[in-house]
């Protein structure tokens, strides 16, 4: 049976292999683990409250109603880091990313999502894959910490 | 695990965490579930100025320097955080 536990557990076994992925230059399925990881902590929240996981993959609509940035402390330096770590997330993420190879996946970042432009070309699959693993191990780790609060907000 | 790999112990994983990044505090190492890899949370204030991508590559280079490939992939998500991250989720 699939818990708030397992989503949570799950997510920080995600994250970890996102890294493990870059660290062997697997940019493009590295960027995919790295969104699922925080899809899996958005989860692990939304079951925690007893809510319906919704059949979409927008991350900031799970973040907005499992209330996720409630459980943070607030109005300090990590909530704003965490902030900033989603919103990179949403713009480098999609659900479908796991069916894009390298060249698909930098042609999206150009085209589509038309980040890193000021990034080499040669570099630009490896800074992303950076960026959004950088992101979400903070939103993870954020997550992780706060999992332990007894009090909802 | 493999038949042959040995059982990393948490007790030598605290002790290399701790070598490798002195005066950190270590909370929560452990196996949370069986099967399952050794994870916990690494505060060391020398963090700071780091992003958490930097933190973990740093993390897993020293790990990677002391323990053979067996004892690398029994451990899961170390968590990377300065005192004052720490402190925010722990005094509120």
């Given at each position: 049976?699939?818990t708030?536990?397992t989503?949570?557990?799950a997510a920080?076994?995600?994250?970890e ?6 660290e062997?230059e697997h940019?493009a399925?590295a960027?995919?683990?790295a ?18 996981i919704e ?6 609509r ?5 209330r996720?940035l409630?459980f943070?402390?607030?109005?300090g ?6 902030r ?8 480098r ?10 060249r698909?996946?930098l042609?999206w970042l150009q085209?589509e ?8 070309k040669?570099k ?5 894959s950076?960026k959004?693993?950088?992101?979400a ?7 992780r ?7 909802l907000? | ?10 007790s030598k994983?605290?002790?290399l965490?701790?070598?490798?990044f002195?005066g950190?505090?270590i909370?929560?190492?452990?196996r949370?579930t069986?099967?399952g890899r050794i994870?916990g949370v690494l505060v060391w204030?020398r963090?700071r100025h780091?992003d ?7 993390l897993?280079t ?5 323990l053979?490939a067996?004892e690398?992939?029994q ?5 990377t ?8 989720f722990?005094?509120?």
């Open positions: 049976m699939i708030a536990d989503y949570r557990r920080e076994a995600r994250v292999e996102a890294r493990a992925l870059h062997q940019y399925l960027h995919y683990v969104g699922l990881a925080v899809e899996c902590m958005m989860y692990a929240y939304l079951c925690r409250l007893g809510l319906p059949k979409h993959h927008d991350l900031i799970h973040c907005s109603r499992c996720f409630g943070l402390p607030q109005d330096p990590v909530t704003l880091r965490v900033a770590a989603m919103g990179d997330v949403r713009a993420w999609l659900n479908n990313h796991r069916y894009r190879d390298e698909e996946l042609h085209s999502a038309r980040l890193d432009e000021n990034v080499a040669q630009r699959l490896r800074h992303s950076r959004i693993i950088d992101a191990v903070a939103v993870v780790t954020a997550g910490l706060a999992w332990e609060r007894r009090q907000p | 695990m493999g038949a042959t790999t040995t059982a990393l112990r948490v994983l605290r002790g965490l701790e070598r490798s002195p950190a505090e909370h929560a190492l452990r949370e069986r099967p994870g204030e963090f780091k958490q991508f930097d933190r973990q590559q740093e897993w020293k790990l990677k320097a002391e053979d067996g690398m992939q451990i899961g998500l170390i968590l955080v300065t005192p004052d991250e720490y402190r925010a722990t005094h509120q």
